[in-house]
């Protein structure tokens, strides 16, 4: 007789809110020019607890469809999100309104990855209301005070109410704990099945560049990479940020880079050919948590070129690319790897094996399965 797996969820149906304000596009699949990436996680976890017979709700941004909606079996609720990005003028009420919307779907847990704005409504929630509640650290900056005096004072408030935090990285576990006494574990994010059965098509980009207008993502430096690099050709796939007139600035500056196809925003179920065609993968911002973008080019066998972001030194430890450190020396490690395709065939093989050890779905499902299995108690 075959045994269950140790992670299986008891037979009663667990129900589970994703509070993702801009996760409709990606569950829709609809191009509304906005990145998801912090969203592809939660909508990994969701399709392994679909697949284990639970039930799925996400709250998302009002984007112009129903107030509910189904897609891929997760029911979609449009939620009171008006103040994000703008002004507090509707915080308080849209407050309210979440608080009352949450205890409406009546989810035994409640996930929050972004914004930490939100959480101080899901804290109140689950203090009037009981549901369990999880932040997963979307990014480093989540283990600190937030610069905006509202949220900054609301956050470590709504932190106190969590049952239990998720961190990318051992690196994230410790910078909570001690800026905001944040406890919990680490997760390693879950790596998307690609198909990889078809003909691998030809390398025509030398170095890729995938995220949004974002400052923090620092588009500006791939764009200096690629005047300075005239003999390489770039591609820049860029969402929209917050700040718009940035995002117009680097665009109009991209088109007008000779050696840079600039593709504008590009939806994250039709990237993976990009991955595919890629030498190298250029990774330039300051900060982020574990970018999925690492997982989808590792998965796609290219080295990373990173400019600073390396969690837990994994691209340092497990030879998965470089980590220039700087603007000449990651001009240097680009050069050296598009002379060098023994290099790059080696690096991709490791960072295929990396992401089949440890970011493969059904380990990491089974960690949230068991999480939510034990916090049930």
Not at 8 to 26: K, S
Not at 100 to 120: C, E, H, Q, Y
Request: proline share 3%; with cysteine; charged share 25%.
């Amino acid at each position: 007789m075959n045994s269950q797996p140790v992670w299986r969820m008891t037979d009663r149906v667990t129900h589970v809110c994703f509070v993702a304000p801009n996760a409709y596009p990606l569950l829709s699949n609809a191009d509304y020019g906005i990145s998801c990436g912090a969203e592809v996680q939660q909508f990994l976890i969701a399709e392994a607890l679909l697949k284990h017979g639970h039930r799925v709700t996400f709250v998302v941004d009002d984007f112009g469809q129903e107030d509910r909606e189904v897609h891929h079996s997760i029911e979609v609720i449009k939620g009171p999100f008006r103040y994000l990005g703008g002004s507090n003028i509707h915080f308080f009420v849209d407050t309210v309104k979440l608080v009352l919307l949450l205890r409406k779907i009546g989810a035994d847990f409640n996930v929050l990855k972004t914004p930490v704005s939100l959480l101080f409504a899901m804290s109140l929630h689950r203090r009037l209301f009981g549901r369990k509640l999880i932040k997963i650290i979307a990014h480093d900056q989540d283990c600190i005070r937030p610069n905006n005096k509202l949220v900054s004072k609301l956050y470590p408030w709504g932190t106190r109410a969590l049952d239990y935090t998720i961190f990318q990285s051992e690196h994230q576990k410790q910078r909570g704990l001690k800026n905001l006494g944040l406890k919990g574990k680490v997760i390693k994010n879950m790596a998307h099945a690609m198909n990889c059965k078809c003909e691998c098509p030809k390398k025509d980009i030398d170095v890729l560049w995938i995220g949004s207008s974002e400052r923090r993502k620092r588009p500006d430096v791939f764009l200096d990479l690629a005047e300075q690099l005239s003999q390489v050709k770039f591609t820049m796939v860029m969402a929209d940020g917050l700040d718009k007139q940035f995002h117009d600035q680097i665009e109009e500056r991209a088109r007008s880079v000779h050696n840079m196809d600039y593709k504008g925003f590009v939806p994250y179920h039709r990237t993976w050919n990009l991955y595919r065609r890629a030498k190298i993968l250029a990774c330039t911002s300051d900060a982020e948590g574990f970018p999925n973008i690492f997982l989808q080019a590792w998965q796609a066998s290219i080295p990373v070129v990173s400019l600073t972001v390396d969690p837990d030194n994994v691209i340092r430890d497990n030879r998965l690319g470089f980590v220039s450190g700087c603007m000449d020396k990651m001009k240097k490690d680009i050069n050296s790897l598009l002379a060098d395709a023994s290099l790059r065939s080696e690096l991709g093989r490791n960072g295929r094996d990396y992401v089949q050890k440890n970011h493969a779905a059904d380990v990491i499902a089974g960690q949230f399965l068991s999480l939510f299995e034990s916090l049930k108690s």
